[in-house]
């Protein structure tokens, strides 16, 4: 069964750090495109950073790029976000997903539950 | 990296179709194929309804439909059923090689 389980999640104050992960099964991990989407409380669905699949591009949501980090450890099927200088506004549940057959171009078709970042004093 | 944009909210009866548009420009929905529905029930991860303008997923019900002219992208739901209540995000590849989400349609079934 394909699956992603993302942890690391939690309060942070403003200008702090987190790592978030997200463990994925099922699936040839190293050759698939996969991002990260967050949602703040109440609000729609927010693309936030990309790895293009084998070729491994890396591509950020302006709101984010400078701040926030996309990584993987093909050895271990785990894929993170170090996400540096928080700002209240990047409180959000965090969903890692990957894409239909691995393809960057096609739409995200398995997503892991969600993994929430409280960023406040 | 502006968000696209969609209705609100839309309703329909039990039975009824629905239509939800998504209007973009020609950096993003224009110029690509790559467009993508998504459903999200209260508490729950997006869904995966619709990629590439209108293809269906495995395990998609046909009564969900996807189009595309010009900068916008359609959703069409068919024989609207209680369990279609819920929220729908569109999204588009961009020329920056990022993904664009809409801002969330409220689909109300009456």
């Known amino acids: 069964e394909v699956q992603l389980l993302e942890s690391g999640g939690g309060l942070v104050q403003p200008g702090g750090s987190l790592r978030l992960s997200c463990a994925a099964s099922?699936?040839?991990?190293?050759?698939?495109?996969m991002s990260w989407v967050r949602q703040a409380p109440g609000k729609g669905l927010e693309w936030v950073s990309a790895?293009?699949?084998?070729?491994?591009?890396?591509y950020y949501a302006d709101s984010v790029k400078g701040r926030f980090t996309i990584s993987r450890d093909k050895s271990k099927d785990t894929l993170y976000l170090q996400v540096n200088s928080l700002r209240a506004e990047d409180t959000a549940v965090y969903y890692c997903?990957?894409?239909?057959?691995?393809?960057?171009?096609?739409?995200?078709?398995?997503w892991g539950q969600g993994t929430t970042v409280t960023v406040s004093s | 990296q502006s968000a696209l944009t969609q209705p609100a909210s839309v309703s329909g009866s039990p039975g009824q179709s629905i239509t939800i548009s998504c209007t973009g420009t020609?950096?993003?929905?224009?110029?690509?194929?790559?467009v993508s529905w998504y459903q999200q029930h209260p508490g729950k991860a997006p869904k995966l309804m619709i990629y590439?303008?209108?293809n269906r997923p495995s395990g998609v019900s046909n009564r969900f439909s996807g189009s595309k002219s010009g900068n916008t992208a359609s959703l069409t739901i068919s024989g609207l059923q209680a369990e279609d209540e819920a929220d729908y995000y569109c999204?588009?590849?961009?020329?920056?090689?990022?993904?664009?989400f809409g801002g969330g349609t409220e689909v109300t079934v009456l």
């Open positions: 997903a990957s894409f239909v057959s691995g393809y960057y171009y096609y739409g995200m078709d398995v």
């Open positions: 099922g699936f040839t991990f190293s050759t698939y495109a």
């Open positions: 790895f293009t699949g084998s070729g491994s591009s890396t």
């Open positions: 020609s950096s993003d929905i224009g110029s690509y194929n790559y």
């Open positions: 590439d303008v209108s």
């Open positions: 999204s588009s590849y961009t020329s920056s090689g990022s993904w664009v």
